[in-house]
């Protein structure tokens, strides 16, 4: 089932989260910095999201239990172009493969065409070929790349857009 997030789901979101970084960026991402990945951090950040933010956030819950999420709003960075973004969207890895990934994506696109938050963006890890796969298959065209840190690590992160 896929629903919009509620301020008492902070905890399987900051759940999620960790655990979906830990099973998708092994090899990224140093593994110290995985290990170091904190729910009670996450947890902070969920709440201030679902609290204080413009964003909207949905879940995916499976007997009672959250198995992925995604999160799209306003754009937090550069290119100024494309006034939304697609933040983050995890999946745990049992429940990938079945379509979820598409109806979330799907849902979020639909909600920021609707805010008129489009043309809209979402970054990924350059080393992160699954994610990028999907989100050419959801009909992400390749926009951008900047350097980043992440865990002290430099990285390559990539823009894919959608213009509606």
Known sequence: MIRQAQTDDVEELARVH??????TYVGMLPQEYLDGLSVERRRATW???LERSLARVWVVEEQGRLVGLCAAGP????????PGE???IYL???ARGRGLGRELMAGALAWLRAERLMPTLCWVLRENTAARGFYQAVGGRLLAEREESVGGAPCVEVAYGWER
């Not at 960790?18 to 099973?23: G, T």
């Not at 754009?75 to 494309?82: D, L, T």
Request: glycine fraction near 4%; avoid cysteine.
């Open 86 to 88: 697609v933040g983050a």
């Open 92 to 94: 745990l890895r049992r």
């Open 18 to 23: 960790v655990q979906a970084w830990r099973e």
């Open 75 to 82: 754009n937090r960075a550069p290119p100024e172009s494309h």
């Open 47 to 49: 709440s201030e999201v």
